[in-house]
């Protein structure tokens, strides 16, 4: 089974730009989990996108929105893009849902860079 | 939202040593998660556990979840280099309920030859 991928794998950006990041879930999981990854702040949730609709959101701005298709691939969007948005950007994907009782696969991550 | 505090930060053993990292919560949990971070990697999910007082074993691995629900553990003996990276403990945002995971900030586990 192929596992979770992530396109692309690093971009770099200027201030004031926006981005798209994209996650294809292993097959037949429905949940999609982002989370931002940084050095000072660890692994933070963002939202989870279940069955095409915004399960729940952590505590982020809006200029980070997402998505779902009906194939389950998910999109990621940040906008006005800052200096501080640097960080690696890692979906995860499950069966059930981003929680505890599941296991969350990851996929390697999107490293963006704002320059 | 919830909140876990992971200890230590980083962690110096030798080859051989063993290695602990600690995750405590203010309140009971229904259950923690623990993820391993090769460097460069990606979380890959280690264990989970649910029951007051569990111990699972895998290999040289030993996690513990506490009487109160309110800490866990994770025991490495004999470190291998082939253990270097961050553990994290997760836990849900809200009783187990689909609000997504709070992470510990990591224990790197740096280990000298």
């Known amino acids: 089974k192929a596992g979770v991928t992530q396109t692309p794998r690093y971009l770099i950006k200027t201030r004031g730009q926006q981005v798209t990041l994209s996650c294809s879930p292993i097959?037949?999981?429905?949940?999609v989990s982002w989370y931002q990854q940084t050095p000072g702040q660890g692994l933070q949730f963002l939202f989870e996108?279940?069955?095409?609709?915004?399960?729940n959101k952590g505590n982020f701005p809006g200029r980070f929105s997402g998505r779902q298709f009906s194939n389950s691939r998910s999109e990621m969007n940040v906008s006005t893009l800052e200096l501080g948005d640097s960080a690696l950007y890692l979906c995860?994907?499950?069966?059930?849902?981003?929680?505890?009782?599941?296991?969350?696969?990851f996929g390697p991550g999107t490293r963006l860079t704002v320059l | 939202g919830q909140q876990v505090m992971q200890i230590p930060q980083y962690q110096h053993v030798q080859e051989g040593e063993d290695f602990t990292t600690y995750c405590n919560s203010s309140?009971?949990?229904?259950?923690i998660q623990w993820y391993k971070q090769r460097p460069g990697g990606h979380p890959v999910f280690l264990i989970q556990?649910?029951?007051?007082?569990e111990v699972k074993k895998q290999k040289r691995l030993t996690f513990q979840f506490g009487e109160a629900k309110k800490n866990s553990s994770l025991h490495i003996t004999a470190t291998q280099t082939t253990d270097v990276g961050t553990y994290f403990c997760?836990?849900?945002?809200?009783?187990?309920?689909?609000?997504?995971?709070?992470f510990g900030k990591g224990t790197h586990l740096i280990i000298q030859p």
């Open positions: 995860a994907s499950s069966f059930l849902g981003a929680n505890s009782y599941n296991e969350q696969f």
């Open positions: 097959s037949g999981h429905r949940s």
């Open positions: 996108y279940f069955s095409e609709t915004q399960r």
């Open positions: 309140t009971t949990l229904s259950n």
């Open positions: 556990l649910v029951k007051s007082g």
């Open positions: 997760a836990i849900g945002n809200s009783g187990g309920g689909a609000d997504g995971l709070t």
